[in-house]
Nanobody, 124 residues
Framework: QLQASGGGLVQAGGSLRLSCAAS????????MGWFRQAPGTGREFVAA????????VYADSVKGRFTISRDNVKNTVYLQMNSLKPEDTAVYYC???????????????????WGQGTQVTVSS
């Protein structure tokens, strides 16, 4: 139901834009988030956005470099990643909270819907 895309290999300082397209149901009323998981580590919060697109929340490690946005007409959530660093290398997952839940959460267990992940590799 959630399909993440846009990952790839980029040099440090470069940019990538990830997309998360929903199918089979609408996520226009759901809080949506991005998480990432590097090899040997747990899945960590990156960013999340309310259903209206307001009040985005970011992990301190990406604040000022990443921007989360959404297009509810296209049923798609985006993550614009600028000034990428090697430590941003990970598999990036999009996720959605349950319908009717308006609170943004940084906790992965708060999200009910998950995409398959897209690999982002940043070379130094």
């Amino acid at each position: 139901q959630l399909q993440a895309s846009g990952g790839g290999l980029v040099q440090a300082g470069g940019s990538l834009r990830l997309s998360c397209a929903a199918s089979g149901r609408t996520f226009s009323s759901n809080v949506m988030g991005w998480f990432r998981q590097a090899p040997g580590t747990g899945r960590e919060f990156v960013a999340a956005i309310s259903w209206s697109g307001g009040s985005p929340v970011y992990a301190d490690s990406v604040k000022g470099r990443f921007t989360i946005s959404r297009d509810n007409v296209k049923n798609t959530v985006y993550l614009q990643m600028n000034s990428l660093k090697p430590e941003d290398t990970a598999v990036y997952y999009c996720a959605g909270r349950g319908s009717g839940i308006s609170v943004i959460s940084r906790q992965k267990h708060a999200y009910s819907y998950w995409g398959q992940g897209t690999q982002v590799t940043v070379s130094s």
